[in-house]
C-alpha cells in the first residue's frame, strides 16, 4: 500500500479564504501532466471540460466542496518566470517524484526554485502502480536532496500516488488543502482586482488574448487593467472553460482580452489606469528588449571571474523570460576558480538574425536561440565571424550547456560539439578519418578537440575524457569547408593521441 501522512481535511469552506493556486513540478516524464490531467478529468465534469476550445494555462477543480486552481503551463516555464519577477503567483508547490526512479536531475532544481521562492511544497511521489506502493527509494532519495519529509524529522508532507489509476491522488488534494490551512490565504473582495499573466498571444481573430490568475479583489468585464509594459481594457472576461463572465474572483483563471499590446508572462496586472504595477520590475519601460537591457548590465560589474556574454533570442516573451531566469539560475559558485559568470547582454524575442551576430561578434557574446530558429544570413555571418549560437527546443538542455561552458566541461572556450558515427581510417592516429553529426554549437577545420567517451551506461551518463586532437581537414559530401554547425553530418580528418570509437564525442574548441 502506498505510504500515507494524510490527515483527512474536516475544514470547512471558508467565504473569507482564498482558494490556493497550485503548481507542479518535478523531473520530465515523472508524470506531471499526467497527474495533472488526471486532477482535472476526475474534477471538472465532462459536460464542462467540453467546452474547452482552446489550451488555458489553468484551471479550477472542486475538492470536498473547496476550489483548487491549478497552474496548467509547463511547471518549470511558468513557475521560473514568474519568479523573476519576484511575483508569487503560486501559493503551494507540488513536486512530483516518480516512485520508480526517485530524485532526478530536475527534481533537484525543481527544489531550488521552490525553495529560493520560499513556496509551501507537498511531495507526490508518482507512479506507485509501478512499485507496488513502495516509495521508500524515493523517499529516502529526497531526504538524501535535503527535503525534510514530515515524519522524519521535517515538515513536507507527502503522499504515494498513481497518476496513471487515480490511486492516492484524492488525499494528495486533501493535502493541498491541508497546506492550503496552514498558508491561511485571504483576499478582499472589495479591492481593486490584481494577479499574474500565466500567457499571452495574438489571436489572429480576437487580439491579444492573456490567460491571468487573479489574486485579490473581484476583476470585472470593462475594467481598466495594466502591467509595466502593457496596457488595455477588458473587453472580455472568460473564465478557465472559455465561457464569457462578468466578474471572477480569486483564485480565478481568467482569459482576457483588451491588452493593446503584449504584457510578459509572469507580470503582475492590476485594474486602473497605468501608474506601474508595484512589486513589477525597476525598469518600467515600454520596450521589453530595453528593459532587458538595463537589466542585464549589472551584472557584468560584478567582481571576480570572466563574464560568459549571451544574447537570448526566443519564440515569445514567455519562454524568453523562462530561459533568462534558469540561465541565470546557474550556479556560478560551483565553477571553481577559473568561474565564469553568465551576463545577459540583449533578450529579445524573434528568430535569430544577422543583426543579432553582429551584436554578438563585437560583444564577444554566444547567442542561445529557444524555441526559434536562424535566419540563413545571421548562419552565413556567424560562420565567418566565428559567432557561436545554441540552440534548442528544451530550456533543460539550454542550461546545461551553458552549465557546461561555466564549469568548464566544455572548457573555456568550446565551440561545439560532434558526435562520432563512423570510423573510415584508423591505421594511424594521426590521420584518422572521422563521421560523425555536428551535435551542438560549430565543429571547424583546424580546431582543437578533446575527446570525451562514454564511462558507464548510457543511463548513467557517466563520461570520461581520453585525449585530445586536432582537426585536419572538414568535409562535407566530399567537398571541403571550414566550418559546419549543429546538424550536420561531416567527415574529418583528424589528428589525435587516441584512437576514437563510435560513440565518442569531440568537444572542438575554439
Ligand atoms: P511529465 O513529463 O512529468 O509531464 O510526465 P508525463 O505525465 O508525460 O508522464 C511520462 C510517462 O509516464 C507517460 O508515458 C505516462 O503515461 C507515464 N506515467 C505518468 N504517471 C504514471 C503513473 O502513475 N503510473 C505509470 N505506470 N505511468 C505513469
Known sequence: MAQTTTKKSSLSASVKARPPIVVVMGHVDHGKTTLLDYIRKANIAAREAGGITQAVGAYEIVHEGRRITFIDTPGHEAFTSMRSRGAQAADLAILVVAADEGVKPQTKEAIRIIEEAKTPFIVAFNKTDKTNGSIEKARNDLMAAGVLLEGFGGQVSYHGVSAKTGDGVNDLLDLVLLAADVEDLKYDAAAPAMGYVLEARRDPRRGIEATVIVKNGTLRRGDPIHTTQAAGKVKILENFLGKPVLELEPSAPAVIIGFETLPAV???????????????????????????????SPAGSQEGGSLLNLILKSSDSGSLEALAVVLK????????????????????????????????????????????????????????????????NIVYDLSKAVEEYLTGARG????????????????????QLVGGRVTSGLVRAKAPFEIVRRAGTAQTGAQASVGTGRILELREKKTDITQAEKGKEVGLLVSAQTAIQVGDILIIRK
Not at 266 to 288: H, I, K, Q
Not at 412 to 430: C, D, M, R, S, T
Open 266 to 296: 509572469g507580470e503582475e496586472f492590476a485594474v486602473g489606469d497605468s501608474t506601474p504595477v508595484a512589486g513589477g520590475p525597476a525598469a518600467a519601460s515600454s520596450s521589453f528588449r530595453q528593459a532587458a537591457k538595463a537589466a542585464a
Open 329 to 392: 539560475g546557474v550556479d556560478p559558485s560551483q565553477t571553481g576558480a577559473n568561474a565564469k559568470r553568465v551576463n545577459i547582454i540583449e533578450q529579445a524575442v524573434g528568430d535569430i538574425t544577422d543583426g543579432d551576430v553582429k551584436h554578438a561578434a563585437a560583444t564577444g557574446a554566444t547567442i542561445i536561440g529557444f524555441k526559434n530558429k536562424i535566419e540563413k544570413g545571421a548562419r552565413i555571418l556567424a560562420e565567418a565571424q566565428t559567432v557561436t549560437i545554441i540552440t534548442s
Open 412 to 431: 573555456p572556450a568550446a565551440l561545439g560539439e560532434l558526435e562520432v558515427l563512423a570510423l573510415f581510417n584508423k591505421e594511424k592516429l594521426e590521420k
